[in-house]
């Protein structure tokens, strides 16, 4: 047996609705954003002027090439998998609250993601599940926020012990 097929073997440790307490802080990054991933998102699902050319971005309100805002929200939903613990069954959103972008994400940006845990809701209907409210902050590399969001995720609870 290889080294890769023993890590592949062992067994996860997975967080459950009991393991989220109000106050914990999960941080993942930085993660650099390059002007190529900004053309090439933006060629595909926001194709404006300033987030495609750097001379024509001149003369648009940002004064320079920038980032789609859903772009950010891309980077920051991969920033926020890797600061999460893996939970069991995946992370599965309900849904996004009071997103915003106080300010734009430039080429070469190195974003990070604080994830802090809001409330924890143990469902009445469900008594399987529960729900997590987490405050989302990506930061730039001078710590300023570029995306903040409220995310309400399903999380399962712990089963019965046998």
């Known amino acids: 047996m290889t080294a890769k097929n023993t890590e592949q073997n062992k067994k996860r440790e997975y967080f459950y609705l009991e393991d989220f307490t109000p106050g914990r802080v999960f941080k993942a990054g930085p993660l650099t954003v390059t002007a190529e991933e900004i053309k ?9 002027y300033f987030h495609l050319d750097e ?17 950010t929200a891309a980077l ?15 992370m599965i ?3 996004i609250e009071n997103i915003n972008w106080p300010r734009p994400v430039y080429p070469e940006d190195a ?6 845990v809001k ?10 599940l529960g729900v997590v409210k987490m405050r989302n902050r990506t930061l730039n590399q001078h710590g300023e926020p570029v995306q903040i969001y409220d995310v309400v995720m399903f999380v399962p609870k712990k089963p019965a012990s046998p």
Do not use: N
């Not at 920051?76 to 995946?90: I, K, N």
């Open 55 to 71: 001379e024509a971005a001149k003369d648009s309100v940002f004064g320079r090439l920038v980032a789609s805002g859903w772009h």
């Open 93 to 95: 959103g309900r849904t």
């Open 111 to 116: 974003l990070s993601i604080e994830a802090e």
């Open 40 to 48: 090439a998102y933006a060629a595909l699902y926001d194709p404006q």
């Open 119 to 128: 409330e924890v809701i143990p469902s009445k209907s469900k008594p399987h």
């Open 76 to 90: 920051s939903m991969r920033l926020f998998v890797s600061a999460c613990p893996d939970v069991y069954g995946g």
